[in-house]
Structures are given as structure tokens and as C-alpha cells.
């Protein structure tokens, strides 16, 4: 005979709310079925238990234990039909929780008990534990009193979305068990709430930062690989710190915590840091540029615009090219002004990169259009980020816009920084060829500022290479020949694989008649002129340009 609790029904009313237990006696056997919720919720070890009537009032609060007994008897001695009565029972926190019980007794055709079903109503805040990691849920910290100064830490996985999509939700929430339990281990006399999604609110009443800072530690180094059937998946954690006064305030100390682990994730090599205030007027300016960003973006674009610096050939005699390079007035007094160094990292952070990406594409190949008829054979760079790459669209986009313009593609450069090859991805590769096949010019920019740029340059083969900055300014202390040695090498470096070196910061006289010795093929500086707006080249260009012979 199939088990009365062993159905659909069974499921069906087990799942029906969180807060709800289901239990189902065969009276024959004394053989009761609990849901799973309430096996996790009271730990009871196991969905089937034999003799549960001696043993559920052990859970049950010695003073409720007789208004239990009392009610319970009287259904099974007939006297009552149902049963139903309030008491406080214990859960796996060893707590005492009110919950509602309910019940009654359906009998056989000869009028014997066979079964005893019922349900049980938790009282208490159902969702004061989190059901994932059985911690207190978020909410809960809001009514933990901080009764003690101390530290609050908030602790997050790194890109979960991320690794949800790759490997699945289910595996997500196993990384977040790792935590939990990480956490469990090293955070002893800390309070832990499950705060929201994989983030972990950890109160330390009288723990200091730098003791909250090897716990984290502890946790970082346990919490990297998580276990999968296809082999282990790295993943990693950041934190912020920030410590509390008594009776400190829930609000202020969490949008403090989060403010620091934003900053942890986003800045800090060792995924930690500790809440300062110079460290929310960094971040509150990050936050008000991006807001505003996004606002001129939506506004078609309003406040960005493009300025021009020439580049001058390698005896900076005359312009042979220019670079755009992307200005934005933020239209913000409080922002002030705001330059590429710090709204372009924002821009890629926040996803803006892609649509200004193209406007200073769409822009700069429409001036090199108006250009081209009275200057042949001019070039126009613009700067490509990584993450414009990763739009698959965007690379053709660039020789669409130039077919459109009837522009000879060899005129138009794409500089790219050297981080984006040493990603070394298959889209890189894909896009650095798509480029090639198209005759369009690339430029390696910032050359020597990473670590692998002569790797680079063997793996793509570009047209230009520009030195960055600093080399070049070296050159004007005469102390070391090391910067000599660096420039001399690229230049023939350069020349021996057929790519044109041009140099970045040529800022003053002296510096221009040194650089002049190197046999560069390009020179662009302040010396010649800064990045001008585009009547300002226009004028700059009528006086230096010169077709080559
Ligand atoms: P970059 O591509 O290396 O551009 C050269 C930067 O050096 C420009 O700064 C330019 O104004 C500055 N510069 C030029 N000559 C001199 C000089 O003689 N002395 C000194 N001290 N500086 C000089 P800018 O315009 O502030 O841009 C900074 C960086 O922002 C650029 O470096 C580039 O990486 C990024 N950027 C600018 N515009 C764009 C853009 O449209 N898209 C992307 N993705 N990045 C851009
Ligand atoms: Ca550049
Ligand atoms: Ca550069």
C-alpha cells in the first residue's frame, strides 16, 4: 500500500508558503511525514520520523507543553474534533517561536484513526532566517540593537551575475553557502545576516577594523574555488569596513558599508577597504559624474564634444595628422570640470562607454570627411576602449561610416591601448583583423606604460606606435640613459617591423630638437599645439599643412 503522505497532495500544500509546515501521521505505523521547511526550520534530521508523538513535545516550551497535550488528547479520545492551539516551539537556533498547530484525524471505513494531518503556522516573522544560508535575514539587522561599538563588515562575491549565468543559479547559491559558511568559521562573536542577494552584513560588537580585516583575509583565501561536477570555479569576494559607534545608526552604518565595498570592488587590488570619509566624498563625486553622464547621453549627447590635436611630422615641421580626443562639460557647478583621465573609467564602468564610443566615431569620421578634399591624405585618429570591442557590431560600424564618406580608409586610425591586446581575447583578435582587412590604420597608444608591450607588438603587427608620455618627458632629465635606451629601441624596434613611432608629450623646445635625433615618424605635443575645438585646428591646419612630396 502506497504511504498516505507519499503524493502530490503532500508536495503541493508542503510548498505552499514559507512560512507553513505540513505534517502527516499514518497512525498504523506511527510513521509522520514533516515537510522539508520544517525538518530546516527545527532540525528535526529527517522528513520521516517514527513516534513523534513523544518526541514534538520535547521542541515545545515547557510552559505551553500541557495546552499542547491537553488539545491533542482530546482529538485523539474524541472529545474534540479538531485540533488547533497556540504554543512556542523551538527551532534550529534554539529559539521559541509561536507558532498556530492544526489538525485532525480521518478515520477508516470501520471508524479506526488512520491518518493525522495537519499544519503548522509560524507566528513569529517568517522571514527573519534567510532560507538559503538559515542566517538572520537583512531585515533582522535593522532590529539588532548595536549595543556595543565595534565594526560592521559587508562582504559580497565578486560578479555573481556572472557566474550565474555561466554555471547556473543553483551554483550561485552554492557560492554563497561557501561564504556563509566561511564566514560561520572565521567571524566568531559576530552577528551574520544574510543582507541581500550574496551580500553579508557581519556586526563585531568590540572587534576593531584591523581585526574585521584578517577575518576578511581568512574568508578571501577560503572563499576561491567552488566545486563543480565539470572541476572547480574560481570566483572571489571584496568587503567593506566600517566601524561603529554604540547605538550608531542601521541606515547610516549600512549605505556606509556599501559605499566602502563598492569602492573595494571597483579600486583596491586586496578586494577590502575601510570606510573614511575622504572616501565618501571620492565616491559621492564618482556617483554624481556617472549620474550626470548618463543624463547627457540620454540627452542626445549633450555636453560631449571633440577637440583635435595635431600631429606633426617626425621633424615637427608639418601636421600630418590629428587625434580626437573627447571633451564633456558636465552642466553640473558641483561636478566642475571633468576630464578623459576621469570620466572615461566611469564611462566604462557604467556601460556609457559604448553609445559615447560611438559618437566620437561617428564624429570624428564625419570632420576627416569634410577635411579630405582640401587636405588628401590627412589622418584622423580616434581612441577605442576594450570594452567597445566586445560589441561585435562596432568594428564593422567603423567601416560602414567610412565607405559611407568615401574616405580612403588608410586616413582613419584606431588607437588602442595596450591593455586591450594583452586581453589577448578572441574578439580582440577578431576585431585587430577585421581592421587590417579593411585598410584601416591602428595604433598602439601609451606604448611601454604596461608590462608586455615589445610581446604586443610581435602578436599584432600595428601601423603606429605611440610612446607614451613618460618616456618621453624622461628624456629631459640627462641624469639616466635609460629613457635614451628605451625611445632609441622602440624607434628601431619600430622600423624594423614597419610600424611609424610616434612620440606623445612633446611639451618644449629642448625637448623637440632631443626627440628630433630619434627618427620618429610623428610628433604631438603642447609645444605644437594643445587639444584645440575644430575651428581652432581648422585655422592651425591651413597654416600647417603641407602635401607630402
Ligand atoms: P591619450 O590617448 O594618450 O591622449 C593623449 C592625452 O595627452 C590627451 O589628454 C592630451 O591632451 C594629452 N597631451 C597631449 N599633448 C600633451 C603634452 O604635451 N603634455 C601633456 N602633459 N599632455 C599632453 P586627454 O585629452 O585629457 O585624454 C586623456 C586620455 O583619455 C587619453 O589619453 C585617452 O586614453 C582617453 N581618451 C580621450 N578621449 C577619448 C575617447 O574619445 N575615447 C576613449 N576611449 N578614450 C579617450
Ligand atoms: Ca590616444
Ligand atoms: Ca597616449
Given amino acids: 500500500?502506497?504511504?498516505?503522505?507519499?503524493?502530490?497532495?503532500?508536495?503541493?500544500?508542503?510548498?505552499?508558503?514559507?512560512?507553513?509546515?505540513?505534517?502527516?501521521?499514518?497512525?498504523?505505523?506511527?510513521?509522520?511525514?514533516?515537510?522539508?521547511?520544517?525538518?530546516?526550520?527545527?532540525?528535526?534530521?529527517?522528513?520521516?520520523?517514527?513516534?513523534?508523538?513523544?518526541?514534538?513535545?520535547?521542541?515545545?516550551?515547557?510552559?505551553?507543553?500541557?495546552?499542547?497535550?491537553?488539545?491533542?488528547?482530546?482529538?485523539?479520545?474524541g472529545r474534540s474534533a479538531n485540533h488547533n492551539c497556540q504554543y512556542r516551539v523551538r527551532n534550529r537556533h534554539g529559539e521559541f517561536v509561536w507558532v498556530e498547530c492544526r489538525g485532525s484525524i480521518i478515520y477508516d471505513n470501520s471508524g479506526m484513526p488512520k491518518v493525522f494531518a495537519g499544519i503548522m503556522t509560524r507566528l513569529d516573522n517568517p522571514n527573519k532566517y534567510d532560507s538559503l544560508t538559515h542566517l538572520l535575514s537583512g531585515y533582522e539587522f535593522f532590529r539588532h540593537p548595536i549595543a556595543e561599538a565595534g565594526t560592521l563588515m559587508l562582504v559580497g562575491v565578486d560578479r555573481l551575475r556572472v557566474i550565474n549565468s555561466q554555471h547556473g543559479v543553483l551554483f550561485g547559491n552554492r557560492v554563497i553557502l561557501y561564504l556563509a559558511e566561511a564566514l560561520a568559521q572565521y567571524a566568531r562573536g559576530a552577528v551574520l545576516f544574510r543582507y541581500w542577494g550574496d551580500d553579508f552584513l557581519v556586526y563585531g560588537p568590540g572587534i576593531l577594523p584591523q581585526q574585521m580585516m584578517t577575518i576578511f583575509r581568512n574568508v578571501y583565501r577560503l572563499c576561491s574555488i567552488a566545486e563543480k561536477d565539470?572541476?572547480?570555479?574560481?570566483?572571489?569576494?571584496?568587503?567593506?569596513?566600517?566601524?561603529?559607534?554604540?547605538?550608531?545608526?542601521?541606515?547610516?552604518?549600512?549605505?556606509?558599508?556599501?559605499?566602502?565595498?563598492?569602492?573595494?570592488?571597483?579600486?583596491?587590488?586586496?578586494?577590502?577597504?575601510?570606510?573614511?570619509?575622504?572616501?565618501?566624498?571620492?565616491?559621492?563625486?564618482?556617483?554624481?559624474?556617472?549620474?550626470?553622464?548618463?543624463?547627457?547621453?540620454?540627452?542626445?549627447?549633450?555636453?560631449?564634444?571633440?577637440?583635435?590635436?595635431?600631429?606633426?611630422?617626425?621633424?615637427?615641421?608639418?601636421?600630418?595628422?590629428?587625434?580626437a580626443l573627447l571633451r564633456w562639460a558636465p552642466g553640473d557647478e558641483r561636478i566642475g570640470a571633468c576630464y578623459p583621465n576621469e570620466f572615461i573609467p566611469i564611462l566604462e564602468e557604467n556601460g556609457g562607454i559604448r553609445e559615447v564610443g560611438r559618437y566620437v566615431m561617428r564624429e570624428a569620421i564625419r570632420h576627416a570627411a569634410a577635411w579630405q578634399t582640401a587636405y588628401p591624405g590627412l589622418r584622423l585618429s580616434f581612441n577605442v576602449s576594450y570594452l567597445q570591442l566586445e560589441d561585435p557590431d562596432f568594428v564593422p560600424s567603423i567601416a560602414a561610416e567610412i565607405k559611407w564618406y568615401h574616405i580612403d580608409p588608410a586616413c582613419i586610425v584606431v588607437e588602442l591601448t595596450e591593455s586591450v591586446f594583452a586581453s589577448d581575447t578572441v574578439l580582440v583578435k577578431q576585431a585587430f583583423e577585421y581592421l587590417k582587412q579593411h585598410g584601416i590604420?591602428?595604433?598602439?597608444?601609451?606604448?611601454?606604460?604596461?608590462?608586455?608591450?615589445?610581446?604586443?607588438?610581435?602578436?599584432?603587427?600595428?601601423?603606429?606606435?605611440?610612446?607614451?608620455?613618460?618616456?618621453?618627458?624622461?628624456?629631459?632629465?640627462?641624469?639616466?640613459?635609460?629613457?635614451?635606451?628605451?625611445?632609441?629601441?622602440?624607434?628601431?624596434?619600430?622600423?624594423?617591423?614597419?610600424?611609424?613611432?610616434?612620440?606623445?608629450?612633446?611639451?618644449?623646445?629642448?625637448?623637440?630638437?632631443?626627440?628630433?635625433?630619434?627618427?620618429?615618424?610623428g610628433l604631438q605635443g603642447y609645444l605644437f599645439s594643445r587639444p584645440v575645438p575644430v575651428e581652432a585646428l581648422e585655422a592651425f591646419l591651413a597654416a600647417h599643412w603641407r602635401a607630402r612630396s
Fill in 230 to 323: 565539470g572541476g572547480p570555479v574560481n570566483f572571489t569576494v571584496s568587503a567593506g569596513i566600517v566601524s561603529c559607534e554604540r547605538n550608531a545608526p542601521h541606515a547610516e552604518l549600512v549605505s556606509r558599508a556599501e559605499m566602502t565595498l563598492t569602492y573595494a570592488k571597483e579600486q583596491s587590488a586586496a578586494h577590502v577597504a575601510v570606510y573614511s570619509p575622504e572616501l565618501e566624498t571620492l565616491q559621492s563625486r564618482k556617483n554624481r559624474i556617472s549620474e550626470a553622464l548618463i543624463r547627457s547621453i540620454r540627452d542626445d549627447f549633450r555636453g560631449f564634444s571633440l577637440v583635435f590635436q595635431p600631429i606633426m611630422s617626425g621633424q615637427g615641421e608639418r601636421m600630418v595628422g590629428c587625434e
Fill in 1 to 77: 500500500m502506497s504511504q498516505v503522505y507519499d503524493n502530490d497532495l503532500f508536495e503541493a500544500f508542503a510548498n505552499a508558503s514559507d512560512n507553513i509546515y505540513v505534517y502527516v501521521t499514518d497512525v498504523e505505523t506511527d510513521v509522520t511525514r514533516w515537510s522539508r521547511r520544517a525538518v530546516d526550520y527545527f532540525d528535526l534530521g529527517s522528513e520521516y520520523l517514527r513516534g513523534v508523538k513523544d518526541m514534538w513535545p520535547q521542541f515545545i516550551h515547557p510552559e505551553d507543553r500541557q495546552i499542547y497535550l491537553d488539545d491533542i488528547s482530546a482529538v485523539f479520545d
Fill in 441 to 521: 590604420g591602428i595604433a598602439l597608444d601609451d606604448f611601454g606604460r604596461g608590462n608586455s608591450s615589445f610581446w604586443m607588438l610581435h602578436q599584432f603587427p600595428v601601423d603606429y606606435v605611440k610612446l607614451d608620455q613618460a618616456f618621453v618627458r624622461g628624456l629631459t632629465d640627462s641624469g639616466s640613459g635609460i629613457d635614451d635606451a628605451i625611445v632609441q629601441s622602440t624607434v628601431l624596434l619600430c622600423r624594423a617591423i614597419g610600424s611609424r613611432a610616434v612620440a606623445e608629450g612633446v611639451e618644449t623646445p629642448e625637448l623637440r630638437s632631443r626627440i628630433c635625433g630619434f627618427g620618429f615618424d
